[in-house]
């Protein structure tokens, strides 16, 4: 949807009818996970030009402008490829970091949504001074935590004491 522009126009008129139509203060992107440089091009293409609609449709409206919020990694770069930090800051109220599915089960255990991790192992802390070194200003930052996480049970119960 991002890397076209007529798809992107499409969400962003979309989204902007929904959250009237239901009388929503904002809208909120979740943008998880980019793998290549490109992608997060298009996520700034795509935040400078939603945030110019909200704006655009605020004034020949005479509605509030709408909030717009996403949910990024929990770091400022995800497999070495950067957020576009400026953009976010200019086109962003808020930005929810994702501070957990830091390890998936069953091939990589460890916790589920660390703070802090004394192994030097990701965690939210660090991945939350990584946002702000890179220039997220903290009051844009909001610390998301899930209300969930893993549980194991045995294949077979027969003859285990716990």
Not at 26 to 43: C, V
Not at 67 to 93: F, G, K, R
Request: proline content about 6%.
């Amino acid at each position: 949807m991002a890397s076209n522009p007529t798809s992107r126009n499409s969400f962003i008129e979309s989204s902007i009818l929904i959250a009237r139509s239901n009388r929503l203060h904002g809208l909120d992107l979740a943008w998880e996970y980019p793998k290549r440089s490109q992608k997060m091009t298009n996520f700034g293409k795509l935040l400078q030009e939603w945030h110019s609609a909200v704006e655009d449709e605020s004034k020949r409206t005479g509605e509030s402008c709408l909030l717009l919020t996403a949910a990024v990694y929990y770091s400022s770069e995800y497999n070495s490829v950067s957020y576009p930090v400026q953009t976010i800051i200019e086109c962003l109220d808020w930005v929810n970091i994702i501070a957990y599915e830091f390890y998936g089960l069953p091939t990589e255990p460890g916790p589920f949504a660390a703070l802090y991790n004394p192994l030097g192992r990701p965690c939210g802390d660090s991945g939350l001074k990584q946002c702000i070194k890179a220039g997220l200003p903290e009051k844009k930052a909001v610390f998301g935590f899930p209300y969930v996480g893993w549980s194991w049970s045995f294949a077979n119960d027969d003859g285990y004491d716990l």
